[in-house]
């Protein structure tokens, strides 16, 4: 069972902003947790050694930085014993928008090597015995116990939505290219994502409008049912009896609730993009990685040198192809949303794993991170053995506030 418990960003802030709580006194409350529950989770790569509260809209909010994007003031591994004593010079761009707001950078989280495969040392709060999820989980992890009110990740195939739901908190996706990659080490220029993660999609409006100065929070006074699109792929059948009956399930809550839902079927030029997405991703981490694998090979993990030895065969002309097809199925994507405003399918194939030697199937993610469609992840309920099961809310690209308005509407539908 559970015995952690997430902490809202945004309530905080109300709490410091109305004067009952103070900016020190809220990193103070997160910093104990860390302090009684690291030893457990194991969700930073290296804590922060003070915590001190600064000045801004962000004031007291503590933010956990996945170990892929530069910090100035904490060495950043990228995952990687070949990086272990690198120290940069600057922040990246992202955690100074957020230093910039008053936000405490917490520390960095645990981030699979160069944010790909080989699993970290973080666990999943709800069962030390499952996984958290994929890079991006000593993020989600830090999140879910309660270490910090929101933290920063990547998405190259399903690291931002697939760690939210194994963890059970929300995640967000923006669109490509919303927020700034400076300063953060690629695995795939054209497919990795920056996102957030929260307690609740209010949550991560606020951190993500807050840092960017976007029009992203949540509308309280509208409470409109969304038009939801059921997506129906070939993948289907790769979800697990409870998967299936929590998507149903959701399904039949929003009906209740007034949403009106249509089932949308992928067709052909859309559902080409999930073959594209591993030609893609490929091809560009050969490149993105070439230094290392020439002159550091032996400090590489075997599996991703197998990778990059597979993924070196991958011709110009066959990359070139995929980036074509990923063109025309942005393109045709428009279709899918001609009688809805939001998709609904699973955010991964089931709960998380129970095994620490795996991040679990993103199978459910890449083909969207490739479209670079907002995504929320949505707890949807548990299973028989209390492990989070996610349903991911899906936007047109550029309709980030819709697919953060949406989620929150079921987020607010399920405790009804």
Known sequence: MNTYAPVSALSTAR?????????????????????????????????AEKWVANSGPLAGIAIGVKDIF???????????????????SIDSTLVTMLRNCGATIAGKTVTTEFAWFSPGK????HNLQHTPGGSSSGSAAGVAAGFFPAAIGTQTGGSIIRPAAFCGVSGYKPSFRLFPTLGLKHFSWSLDTIGFFAARAEDNAFIAATCSN??????????????????????????????AEAVDHTVKRAEQNGATVVEVIGNDIVEAARAAHAIIQGFEAVLALA???????????????????????ITPDQYDDARRTANHARKASRQLFEECDILLLPSAPGSAPETLASTGDSVFN????LLGMPCVNVVSGFNHKNMPLGI???APFGKDKKALQAAHWLENISHR
């Not at 973080?122 to 709060?125: A, I, K, L």
């Not at 949540?218 to 998967?243: C, F, H, K, T, W």
């Not at 230094?291 to 065969?313: G, I, M, P, V, W």
Request: charged residues 30%; glycine residues 4%.
């Open 366 to 369: 890449r083909m969207w991170t």
């Open 291 to 313: 230094d290392e694998r020439r002159r550091s090979a032996q400090k590489l993990s075997e599996k991703l040198t197998e990778y990059l030895d597979e993924c070196s065969q």
């Open 392 to 394: 991911q809310v899906i």
């Open 70 to 88: 530069d910090t100035f003031d904490i060495a950043t591994t990228y995952g990687s014993s070949l990086y272990a004593d690198h120290q940069p």
């Open 122 to 125: 973080t666990c999943n709060p």
């Open 214 to 243: 976007r029009d992203l929070m949540i509308n309280e006074a509208d409470n409109s049912a969304p038009r939801i699109g059921v997506y129906r792929s070939q993948i289907d059948d790769l979800m697990s009896g409870d998967m």
């Open 15 to 47: 709490e410091i902003s109305s004067k009952r709580l103070t900016p020190q006194a809220a990193l103070d409350h997160c910093r104990k947790r860390v302090l009684k529950h690291e030893g457990s989770v194991k969700a930073f790569e290296e804590l």
